[in-house]
């Protein structure tokens, strides 16, 4: 399968300082999401592969298309739904939508007909003929997403689409973006820097630091091979437990006299820890299970350093 | 993604031609426009001075009327070039105020808006975004100008004496050469001055600042140099002197002619500058420098 975003050592340099250092991995799920700190360089990378900002080396490919040579062919595939406001206040929300569709190429009766459509579908039915200018925040956010999508693109790139939002608002945009990945063979990349709605919304993370790559994960495989903790704290000799537990095929760390985690391997459950423990003459005083999340992955990725967070898988 | 059904479904239809996408933003700002009654209005106030040349041309023509309203053909002024050229001067002048009124909402407020990452994420690129635009302007000032005027030259022609087209008919160049110049630099300067300002209101300002602070500057030159080459900073004065060059009259509208090559050199020159300037304003985000 062809991926659906290739860079090959992309290079941004922006206002004499270089951005993006020679990005290069390829990802080939449906849904992307893009992680990273503020000023990793998510926004930088969509602006890029959108062609607003012209590379300063290397390319990128996307959805097979060259940004270099093709942005053209690559813009009529797109719907962007963009970090900041950006709508033509004095127009209706139906109207602007519209618009939108007609500068993408639809037709102006199917364009208003997509439009209305559009609206509809994310929930701003009632208020499509109120100016845009008088939308609340969270209805921009809904707009920004109904000009996005109108034109039916093979791939929408929504950067930050959650930001402002209050907990209802996030989770009905949330469940859209989700709607929108399963109803259709449109393409998703969502950059973001909250975990939970890109855990939420994406098959494969790219996760930037300083402008590189400091990781590709496919989240479908981690969630498969995904490795459940144990955070326990111990009283009594702990020497037997822990070697008992390295039968059993845990991997064990300590740290101090009485604390300590515990990778529990497939097939070995906690009341078989609970079993050992007791065979030991261990007390456990805490236990603490959790499976390996988006975030430790995330704060893994952030963690390494120099050698650690070259290109590629971590 | 039918509005009964209110699920998500893509689209699979036909498209518009490529070419056409740019005259969408034409289109939309064009009815924009015209929403304001005041703009409406200004518009078709423009058009009154050219049912004013009409009916010189009636009266000039009608030996019945010069009769009864007892004219002097020698009093009054020959339909011909100096005409054409009057007429010219006119319209340009309602055309520039038309313009100050109408540039700043054509792209200040997408500026303003931050919606131009909107338009450019589209198969649409910053060149077409100017030429959507640009066409506004042009479309309107045409009406104003050089469609008017043929129309002027054909009425004249149809009311005049016998023969009077074929040793008039050169003047279609003109007619339409001055009036595109006026267009053309009109509408960059204008559309230059707004992506520059953002704000609607100060672009305003700035478009009238363009035409008015360079000229008076440049007549404090000529007054203190006792040269005319103050005449440079005046881009009116630099139009008008080739509009009348082109009907092949003197200026009689300002003192000091200057070489009409250095007329055109500057003009061109402030086309390019406005072209540089709104091909570094005119983008998806700007970039700040250090």
């Known amino acids: 399968m062809a991926p659906t975003i290739e860079l090959s050592g992309l290079e941004v340099q922006l206002g004499g300082r270089k951005i993006l250092h020679g990005l290069t991995g390829a990802v080939h799920s449906r849904a992307i999401g893009l992680l990273g700190p503020n000023g990793a360089g998510k926004?930088?990378?969509?602006?890029?592969?959108?062609?607003?900002?012209?590379?300063?080396?290397?390319?990128?490919?996307?959805?097979?298309?060259?940004?270099?040579?093709?942005?053209?062919?690559?813009?009529?595939?797109?719907?962007?739904?963009?970090?900041?406001?950006?709508?033509?206040?004095?127009?209706?929300?139906?109207?602007?939508?519209?618009?939108?569709a007609e500068i993408s190429g639809l037709p102006p009766d199917l364009a208003l007909e997509r439009a209305h459509e559009a609206f509809v579908y994310v929930g701003l039915g009632e208020a499509r003929y109120r100016k845009l200018g008088t939308y609340s925040l969270g209805m921009k956010q809904l707009a920004k997403l109904a000009q996005a999508i109108v034109h039916g693109p093979r791939l929408l790139i929504l950067d930050e689409p959650t930001n402002g939002l209050d907990p209802p608002g996030r989770k009905r945009l949330?469940?859209?973006?989700?709607?929108?990945?399963q109803a259709s063979n449109t393409h998703l990349l969502l950059s973001s820097h909250l975990l939970h709605d890109v855990e939420q919304t994406c098959d494969e993370v790219l996760i930037l630091r300083d402008g590189r790559i400091a990781g590709i994960i496919n989240l479908e495989e981690e969630r498969k091979s995904n490795r459940r903790f144990l955070e326990m704290e111990v009283m009594g000799s702990g020497a037997g437990f822990t070697s008992g537990l390295g039968t059993m095929g845990c991997e064990c760390a300590a740290f101090g006299d009485s604390r300590l985690k515990v990778v529990l391997p497939a097939g070995v459950e906690i009341h078989d820890v609970y079993r050992l423990a007791a065979e030991q003459g261990v007390r456990i005083r805490k236990l603490n299970y959790r499976r390996d999340s988006l975030e430790d992955i995330f704060m893994n990725a952030m963690a390494q350093t120099g050698a650690g967070a070259t290109n590629g898988r971590i | 993604m039918a509005v009964y059904k209110r699920r998500y479904e893509s689209y699979g239809g036909a498209?518009?031609?490529?070419?056409?996408?740019?005259?969408?933003?034409?289109?939309?700002?064009?009815?924009?426009?015209?929403?304001?009654?005041?703009?409406?209005?200004?518009?078709?106030?423009?058009?009154?001075?050219?049912?004013?040349?009409?009916?010189?041309?009636?009266?000039?023509?009608?030996?019945?009327l010069h009769e009864v309203l007892s004219f002097r053909s020698s009093a009054t002024l020959p339909v011909g070039e100096e005409f054409f050229a009057i007429f010219l001067e006119v319209q340009t002048s309602l055309a520039f105020l038309l313009t100050c009124w109408a540039a700043p909402t054509l792209v200040a407020g997408d500026l303003s808006n931050g919606a131009l990452p909107l338009f450019l994420s589209r198969p649409l690129s910053r060149a077409e975004y100017v030429t959507g635009k640009f066409a506004v302007l042009a479309v309107l000032l045409s009406l104003m100008t050089w469609i008017p005027a043929l129309i002027l030259l054909l009425l004249q022609a149809g009311l005049g004496p016998d023969g009077w087209l074929k040793p008039h008919l050169w003047m279609i160049g003109p007619i339409l050469w001055c009036s595109l110049i006026w267009i053309i630099l009109l509408s960059l300067i204008a559309l230059a001055a707004s992506a520059w300002v953002k704000w609607r209101i100060l672009a305003m300002a700035s478009i009238f600042g363009v035409f008015l602070i360079p000229a008076?500057?440049?007549?404090?030159?000529?007054?203190?140099?006792?040269?005319?080459?103050?005449?440079?900073?005046?881009?009116?004065?630099?139009?008008?002197?080739?509009?009348?060059?082109?009907?092949?009259?003197?200026?009689?509208?300002?003192?000091?002619?200057?070489?009409?090559s250095a007329a055109w050199a500057m003009l061109i020159a402030i086309c390019l500058f406005c072209l540089h300037l709104l091909h570094t304003r005119l983008r998806a985000f700007e970039v700040v420098r250090g």
């Open chain 2, 216 to 260: 008076g500057f440049g007549a404090v030159l000529n007054a203190i140099l006792h040269t005319n080459w103050g005449n440079l900073l005046n881009i009116s004065y630099m139009f008008q002197e080739i509009v009348w060059a082109g009907f092949h009259a003197s200026y009689q509208g300002g003192e000091g002619a200057i070489p009409k």
């Open chain 2, 15 to 64: 498209l518009t031609k490529r070419w056409s996408r740019a005259f969408v933003l034409t289109r939309y700002a064009t009815r924009d426009l015209f929403r304001s009654r005041f703009f409406t209005g200004f518009f078709i106030l423009s058009l009154v001075p050219v049912l004013g040349f009409a009916g010189y041309i009636f009266v000039a023509n009608n030996k019945l």
């Open chain 1, 43 to 100: 926004s930088t990378l969509i602006n890029t592969l959108l062609g607003f900002h012209p590379p300063s080396g290397g390319t990128a490919r996307v959805l097979g298309l060259d940004i270099r040579d093709a942005h053209t062919d690559l813009r009529s595939l797109v719907g962007y739904m963009p970090e900041n406001d950006a709508f033509v206040s004095r127009m209706t929300g139906v109207h602007f939508v519209r618009y939108m």
């Open chain 1, 174 to 181: 949330i469940g859209l973006i989700r709607e929108i990945r």
